[in-house]
C-alpha cells in the first residue's frame, strides 16, 4: 500500500506525554521542501491552530515524481488532528497515492478511541501519538499510531546524538532519532527547543527521502 514515500508517515507519531507542549514551539507553521534522492519533488507543511480548548494541527504533503518532465507518480496527504488536554482527540486522514485513494479517522469515544481505516474498525484504550512528525514527545514512547495504515506500531526510538543539519539559508544543531521495530530506515532530528527540523527515510523503492526545512531560521 505504501508508495515511493510513505514508510515516511507511519513513523513518527505523537505520544500521550506532554512534558513539552509542542503546539507553543512553532510559530504558525512549519514547512519543509521533500528530496527523492536529491531531486526536489514536493513539499510538506504542518500548520498550528488554536480553538477555544482544542489545538488544531494540519499536516499536507504533496509529491510528484517525473521523469524527463512527464508526471509518472503522485502522492497527497492530508491529516486534521485535534487536540485537547495535552492528547489527541481526533484524527482525519485523507490519502491519495496514484490512483488509490483512502481515508483514515480516529475519534474519542466514552471508554477510549474508536478507528477506521482500510484495515477494518477497531478500539484503542491508551492515547497514542501520530506519525505526524511535529511532536517531540514520541521519543519517549514504544507505540505510534500509523497514519498511512491506521494501525499501532510498536518502534524503538534511539537517540543518536547531536550534529549540525542543513537548513534553508543555512545550518543548526539537532538531535537525531533513528527509529525501528515496526518503522525502520528513518530518523528524526529535533532542535534543543524540541522542534522538527528534519526528516529522512528509505522508501520502499529503496530511494533516500529527505525533509529540508525551510522555515528553521532559529537563532543558533
Known sequence: MYRLIFIFFALFP????SE??????YKNNIEF???RDGEKVG????RFKIQKNSQI???RMNIEVTVFS???????????EIWV???????DVLVLDGSEQKTIK???????????SPSGEGMFYEPIISTNHWNINVVNDSRVLNTLTGEINRVKITNKGSERISIKNGTLKATRYDYTGDLKNTSAWYDDEGRWVKLQFIARDGSTINYLCNTCDFKQ
Open 14 to 17: 505523537i505520544s500521550a506525554q
Open 20 to 25: 513539552i507542549l509542542p503546539f507553543n514551539m
Open 33 to 35: 521542501d521533500v528530496f
Open 43 to 46: 513539499q510538506h507543511s504542518t
Open 57 to 59: 494541527i494540519e499536516s
Open 70 to 80: 512527464i508526471p509518472i507518480y503522485s502522492f497527497t496527504y492530508e491529516a486534521t
Open 85 to 91: 488536554n495535552g492528547q489527541m482527540a481526533n484524527l
Open 106 to 116: 480516529v475519534s474519542s469515544a466514552a471508554d477510549g478511541f474508536s478507528i477506521k
